[in-house]
């Protein structure tokens, strides 16, 4: 079974060569599609100068007094041929052009009208003084002239219509939306609107359900309706689809290891299968392929073809994951990540030893999530086998649970990838804003009778904090593999750490003032207790988290630094290569561990039989000894070198030894 992560490469580099052809489109209908070539400005903007606010145009060197208004130049005037000379004044409006002479406008709150003069011209009294250049907005200061205001692969908005139209582009260049033709597959399948089921017999969801999500990814549909379980119509819907000039085409069933499902097949014989298999749940049975049109008549296009899964969770969960980024590259997005973000899960969660699986729930953003802080909080969407489409409803995440085969506590810090605007959630699904995550935690029902509750995390006696450094993860452009996995080590051995709770988790990119900054505010404001970094100890120029520690510390452990090396050097030859560093800033230690999340495990067990004592000593507690260490008071006094004598004399071996 090929990783997620591998299988999404695999895909993206197929949409990357698929990549949808570019067209002119008039400004409103380009709203949502990407840019393909950049927009300049033929002109400044402003194109004069131009008033900030309605007042005065002045010469700031006159100061406070009365003048005469001498003209107005209100916004759309030209005020060609006026002239502000020292003594006199103009009128001018929000947007309107500054006179010709004047070099600031005193706004019209700080002035007063006087009656007008015996020969009927208008008078002001000026009350306030004005710097040289104040609320005039001079030529080009907004955009200048040539300057590029939309860069290729930027997605229309409605603000990027309103700029292009400001520079004057009515017509842009934009890559066109992607064509997905669908189809479902099965002999047991009728049409929704069937209205009494005969045995055997089930109402075709899939299909109305992807040609819904293609429409919200704003593709154009084909609807090819259902294939029965043979070769020839399998094959007789992939023709039409490809005849359709679609882009992409995605069918749902005949991709198992039943004697009819045939969707592999037919993929095989019209191209080139990529995998078929994908160590994920749900969603198993993924196929991706690219096929090419037979037809000699019209000139030869290659389709992304996905075979989803018949179940309709897998099948949406593997559109989500799959379909969604592919539809995005295609469309020519640069980045077609999914946004990921860190919530903490309101109620245990059992991980699958076997896949990672990604769970369906409802986030949202609390004021506290347990942590003191504002942050996510996530909550299943409940029983989550594959074929309850119940799940997938009101389902605004997919929370990444790796395969550890554990029990993840309430409290626990996930990465969950968005599918969904997560501003609206249903209000019977998650409590008030102002709730904190620890009334989940004391409220959750347990996933399993013997799985204990997490305590408030105020009260936890040792607080951990997990820093992911990766430009990878922090970017989206991939998961966070070993950030869970160290929040599971650190749950796991709460006992042996004297109780252990993980009390916050982030992930921050490869730069030092960010990996500082963060390090500084747990230490300092948070009063962590244990600091776990991962990942950024290498030899690239990118990796600087030691660098990042060594500025914050203010006493080095290189004890622990050691025994990781002597641990991971029994995996690879490379662990000579880290230059990991451990310290200790106030009563918090920090520890810089390996970015790969078995090795970050391995040199945790090897840490852990020593980790409870130094939290003990860093909390002040001087009597904290060793298990076999004994007071100098109660060791029987020995003459050292009597003993040394005896056991020279006597051949018993060196006089070092016990």
């Known amino acids: 079974m090929l990783p997620v992560e591998d299988a999404l490469a695999a895909v993206l580099s197929a949409a990357a060569r698929a990549r949808a052809a570019v067209s002119a489109v008039p400004l409103l209908d380009a709203l949502g599609l990407v840019l393909a070539q950049d927009a300049r400005a033929p002109d400044p903007l402003p194109p004069f100068r131009a008033s900030v606010k309605d007042g005065y145009a002045v010469v700031a060197s006159d100061g406070p007094g009365e003048y005469p208004v001498i003209a107005e130049a209100r916004a759309g005037d030209d005020a060609l041929g006026v002239v502000v000379a020292p003594g006199t004044v103009a009128y001018v409006t929000t947007g309107g052009p500054i006179p010709d002479g ?37 030529v080009g200061c907004d955009i200048e002239k040539d300057s590029v205001v939309l860069k290729s692969g930027e997605i229309i908005g409605p603000a990027e219509v309103g700029l292009l139209a400001t520079v004057g582009i009515t017509t842009v260049k934009a890559y066109r939306r992607p064509t997905i033709a669908v189809f479902s597959t099965g002999d047991e399948l009728v049409q929704p609107a069937t209205a009494t089921l005969n045995r055997g017999q089930i109402r075709d969801s899939n299909r109305a359900m992807l040609l819904a999500a293609a429409i919200q990814q704003k593709c154009k549909v084909v609807d090819l309706g259902i294939a029965k379980d043979t070769e020839e119509s399998i094959v007789e819907l992939m023709d039409a689809a490809l005849r359709s000039d679609a882009d992409i085409i995605l069918t749902s069933g005949g991709v198992s290891m039943g004697d009819r499902d045939l969707v592999k097949p037919c993929l095989a014989r019209m191209g080139k299968i990529h995998f078929e298999k994908i160590r994920m749940k749900p969603g198993k049975p993924l196929t991706f392929a690219e096929i090419t049109s037979n037809d000699t008549s019209k000139p030869s296009k290659t389709a992304l073809a996905f075979g989803l899964p018949g179940n309709p969770v897998s099948c949406m969960v593997c559109f989500n994951l799959f379909v969604v980024p592919a539809i995005r590259l295609v469309s020519g997005w640069s980045n077609p990540h999914l946004q990921r973000v860190h919530a903490r899960i309101s109620h245990p969660l059992r ?13 949202r953003w609390v004021l506290d999530d ?19 489409l119940l799940s997938m409803k009101s389902a605004n995440a997919l929370l990444e649970v790796q395969s550890s085969g554990q029990i993840l506590a309430a409290g626990t810090s996930i990465q969950a990838i968005l599918i969904s605007d997560i501003t609206s959630p249903p209000l019977d699904k998650l409590p008030a804003a102002s709730t904190p995550l620890s009334h989940f935690v004391s409220s959750a029902k347990s996933a399993s009778a013997d799985v204990p509750q997490v305590a408030a995390f105020q009260n936890a006696e040792v607080k951990v904090a997990i820093l992911t450094v990766s430009d990878t993860v922090s970017s989206g452009a991939g998961p966070d593999r070993s950030g869970p996995r160290a929040v599971s080590v650190v749950n796991s051995s709460s006992e042996k750490l004297g109780g252990a709770t993980v009390v916050a988790t982030a992930v921050v990119p490869d730069e030092v003032e960010k990996i500082k900054e963060i390090l500084v505010k747990w230490s300092d404001i948070d009063c962590v207790n244990l600091i776990l970094t991962l990942g950024g100890t290498g030899f690239t120029p990118r990796d600087v988290t030691p660098e ?42 920090i520890i810089n561990m390996p970015g790969n999340p078995n090795a970050a495990a391995e040199c945790m067990e090897a840490l852990l039989p020593a980790l409870k004592h130094a939290m003990k000593q860093l909390k002040g507690d001087k009597r904290e000894k060793n298990p076999n260490h004994v007071p100098h008071a109660e060791a029987a006094p020995i003459d050292q070198w009597e003993r040394s004598f005896k056991a020279a004399s006597s051949g018993g071996g060196c006089s070092c030894d016990p």
């Open 370 to 388: 347990g942590s003191g802080r504002p942050g996510y909080v996530a909550e299943s969407t409940g029983q989550q086998a594959s074929s309850r």
């Open 351 to 363: 991980a699958d030893p076997h896949r990672p699986e990604f769970h369906r729930a409802v986030i």
């Open 102 to 138: 004047a070099d600031a406008v005193v706004q019209v709150e700080d002035t007063e009208q006087l009656a007008a003069a015996p020969d009927g011209a208008k008078r002001v009294r000026i009350s306030a003084r004005v710097a040289e250049g104040q609320d005039v907005r001079s």
């Open 548 to 589: 990042a520690t060594k500025c914050v510390i203010e006493k080095e452990a290189p004890g622990l630094a050691f025994v990781m090396i002597q641990e991971s050097l029994k995996v690879t030859p490379f662990a000579m290569l880290s230059q990991a560093a451990c310290g200790i800033r106030g009563s918090t230690l």
